[in-house]
């Protein structure tokens, strides 16, 4: 199954969102969006999922009806039920299921964020439990694209792992994982694919390993690159030789336990 | 250095019943930039809400500048010697307008009119927003936000800042744009307390206090606290990337701290 | 706080003694001078055509259902037609037209009220005309603080509503329904969101004000105010003569 996006524009009286964009999401890919506040990245998710009309172009498949699901900013606003299980449940409310398929879906989706209690109260829970939480509800009827605007902001190193290790199980089963995000570390750790965009336009279409090689062209746009390769590119000014396209935590320790 | 912030068996809960903060004893010199290091749900918003009396003490005793911070006639002086920017640049908006969010706090310690906008100007241009006075919030980004934020704060000339997770909710650019703002402030003599639960955050700090379930777990210099890589797992935390490549290397010595280091560390090796 | 031409108390004064002018209205001819005045009133005050009849447009059904009540409604003995409870009377007729005037004016005062004058100046005139209150200890402060943040917070609320809309209906959330009781129960994965982000913001809100020094009751630095002009006096005696005409006319 593939999103394909077709010279979609998203106007509003004094700008336009994104401008004559086009773009197609492959199954089972894991594609990162990466643009400085005001780029067009949350209104291109929300495009892609359907939840805003474009005023010009088309988009298909789409929508909560053909499994493309979203999971917004700071999701855990979203909950509202009494217990955990209701909460969850609520994306199913329209498929007649019986009591039991309802139960399995739900603790199927608790388990993959690894969250077991399903009479808690969702109000009571930590930040990164809601979290959680709310994005079960989401992956409860089991989209084969999951849209993520900013799914690591405000968390903590531990809650922003599980995440970040809950969409990459996700991703192996085959649905494709589409993320806007500023954590840089996560896109090149995570993502096989990469987009920069800038006032609604996307301006590159590559991989983190390629695009995080011009650190400078990303602080120009207001972005930052990977942790790892901004102390490869320290050792590389310093006359160190390493592999090109180091970019993640992993390559980075294999390069210089060679080296030394 | 005269202690700014010091704290006697610290105790601190919501309901009598769930400890918050357990028995905690430190103290933070004047002029130090100070880094309170948890993940979250270790109470380190809470300590920090206690120096300014926006949480009542449970037991135990807390001075700043040796006034007690339980006497609820210190709280106007308090609030105004230790300002505090809190994590949502949104959420503390007083005021449509900038210069109305800054005389928000000069109005409420009665300044008189004819000092407000001096002290505002001369705020704005503590955080590099030197004319931004008649500009509306809504036009201002996260960065921008936080740094109006320490500029109201500052119009009111506290000697402590603190910041409670004052960068989680910024983009890179806001972040490092607040962090500059604070490496000047803490250079001019401001004493800051930073609440993070980034390591990467904590490494410019002159000192460390780590928070892990309610108690001290460490307090020490940097170099001291960030290279003990298993109290910092069991905390919940992460060191920075340069120690946990150091250690994954295997590398013999102490373990950089900073990027800058790493890469001369390594070199010196080769 | 002068924007403009007028102070931004004038704006505000002006207004209530339209208001005042408005009730006092009972012949023909007040309703009249009222009705034109507001046109060049909302042209100084920068309201476009499609804004000055919107209120029209939108409360057409509750001006209907006014002047459908003080219609039939009414005690007479002498009514035009009657069934049941329903007495149609050409005094309730005249009546209900009344009423309905009345609000529409008021609303479309307000409307350029809101148009004339900023947040800021709006609270700032408030805060002043309330003044003599405090002598009888109401907390004259405090109401334009509450006036002022729950102003601010209308747009915050309208972005949370927007914004939880789309994440519900992104799992599949329909709101509306067939019959009323449907509709309601779909309403809550929307307002019970918006009411508990309403609440936590307003939370740090206080939090905040109160980390600056905010202490509820107490004094605060007292803003002079710029005298009033010529043109602000002008209007203030002209609005007072409009009332007297409306009384007596």
């Given amino acids: 199954m593939r999103l394909e996006l077709k010279h979609g524009t998203v106007r509003y009286p004094t700008t336009d969102a994104i401008k004559d964009v086009s773009l197609s999401i492959e199954q089972g890919s894991f594609v990162a969006i990466m643009g400085a506040t005001g780029s067009g990245k949350t209104t291109l998710l929300e495009v892609l999922a359907g939840l805003i009309p474009l005023t010009e172009g088309s988009v298909s498949p789409t929508g909560f009806s053909q499994r493309v699901g979203i999971v917004m900013q700071h999701p855990e606003d979203q909950l509202f039920a009494s217990t955990v299980e209701e909460d969850v449940q609520f994306a199913l409310k329209r498929q007649s299921l019986s009591e039991q398929e309802r139960e399995r879906k739900v603790k199927e989706a608790l388990d993959l964020v690894g969250f077991t209690d399903m009479h808690a109260c969702p109000l009571t829970l930590s930040g990164g439990q809601k979290r959680d939480v709310a994005i079960a509800g989401v992956l409860v009827f089991h989209p084969h694209v999951l849209l993520l605007d900013e799914p690591t902001s405000g968390l903590d190193p531990h809650s922003r792992t599980s995440l970040l290790q809950t969409l990459a199980g996700i991703n192996a089963r085959g649905d494709a994982i589409v993320m806007a995000s500023h954590d840089a570390d996560a896109v090149a750790e995570y993502a096989s694919r990469l987009l920069i965009m800038d006032h609604g336009k996307i301006l590159r279409d590559g991989t983190p390993s390629s695009l995080f090689m011009d650190i400078e062209g990303m602080r120009h746009l207001h972005l930052g690159v990977s942790h790892a390769r901004t102390i490869a590119s320290l050792m590389e000014a310093k006359g160190v030789r390493l592999p090109k396209g180091i970019v993640k935590e992993a390559d980075l320790i294999s390069a210089l336990e060679d080296i030394l | ?270 | 706080m002068t924007d403009g031409i007028f102070d931004a108390r004038t704006k505000l004064l002006c207004f209530l003694l339209f208001v005042t002018a408005v009730i006092e209205a009972g012949t023909l001819l007040p309703f009249l001078v009222l009705v034109v005045l507001l046109f060049p009133a909302s042209r100084s005050a920068g309201l476009c055509a499609h804004d000055f009849f919107r209120p029209l447009a939108s409360l057409w059904q509750f001006f209907l259902l006014v002047w459908l009540m003080n219609a039939f409604f009414s005690t007479d003995a002498r009514p035009l037609w009657h069934w049941w409870i329903f007495n149609l009377t050409e005094e309730g007729t005249i009546q209900g037209l009344l009423v309905v005037l009345r609000v529409l004016l008021i609303v479309e005062a307000g409307a350029i009220y809101t148009a004339s004058s900023s947040t800021k100046e709006s609270v700032g005139a408030i805060n002043w005309t309330l003044t003599p209150l405090s002598l009888f200890r109401v907390p004259v402060g405090e109401i334009s603080l509450i006036i002022g943040s729950a102003l601010q917070f209308v747009p915050m609320l309208q972005e949370e509503t927007e914004r939880i809309k789309k994440a519900q209906k992104a799992r599949g959330a329909v709101f509306g329904g067939k019959n009323l009781i449907k509709r309601a129960k779909s309403m809550i994965p929307l307002l019970l969101p918006v009411f508990l982000r309403a609440f936590s913001h307003a939370d740090a809100l206080a939090t905040a004000m109160e980390a600056r020094g905010y202490q509820s009751g107490g004094r605060r630095t007292k803003r002079k105010h710029p005298p009033f002009s010529l043109c602000d006096k002008l209007a203030l005696s002209g609005g007072m003569i409009l009332v007297v005409f409306c009384y007596l006319a």
């Avoid at chain 2, 309610?214 to 905390?235: F, Q, S």
Wanted: glycine share 8%.
């Fill in chain 2, 1 to 270: 250095m005269p202690a700014a912030i010091v704290g006697q068996n610290v105790t601190f809960s919501y309901d009598g019943s769930h400890t918050i903060l357990d028995d905690l004893t430190f103290s933070i010199d004047e002029g130090e930039w100070t880094a309170i290091l948890g993940a979250n749900g270790s109470g380190k918003t809470s300590l920090v809400r206690l120096f300014n009396a926006l949480l009542p003490l449970t037991s135990g005793t807390i001075e700043v500048f040796g006034m007690p911070v339980v006497q609820p006639k210190n709280h106007p002086l308090l609030r105004r010697i230790v300002g505090m920017v809190f994590q949502n640049p949104e959420e503390q908006c007083v005021a449509p307008v900038v210069e109305e969010d800054i005389s928000f706090g000069l109005e409420n310690y009665q300044i008189p009119e004819e000092e407000i906008e001096p002290r505002t100007e001369e705020a704005l241009r503590n955080v590099g927003l030197a004319g931004f006075a008649s500009r509306n919030m809504a036009s201002l980004s996260g960065g921008q936000l936080q740094k109006v934020a320490i500029a109201s704060v500052l119009a009111l000339d506290p000697k402590i800042l603190i910041l409670d997770e004052a960068t989680s909710m910024l983009d890179p650019t806001g972040r490092s744009d607040v962090m500059e703002t604070l490496r000047f402030l803490h250079q001019k003599g401001t004493t800051i307390v930073m609440v993070t639960h980034l390591s990467e955050e904590a490494v410019y700090a002159d000192r460390i206090i780590v928070l892990g379930d309610g108690v001290i777990k460490a307090n020490g210099k940097p170099k001291e606290v960030l290279r003990d890589v298993r109290m910092l797992h069991e905390n919940g935390l992460e060191p920075p990337l340069p120690v946990r490549l150091w250690k994954r290397l295997g590398i013999a010595g102490p373990a950089p701290l900073s990027d800058e280091d790493f890469a001369e560390g390594i070199c010196a090796l080769n």
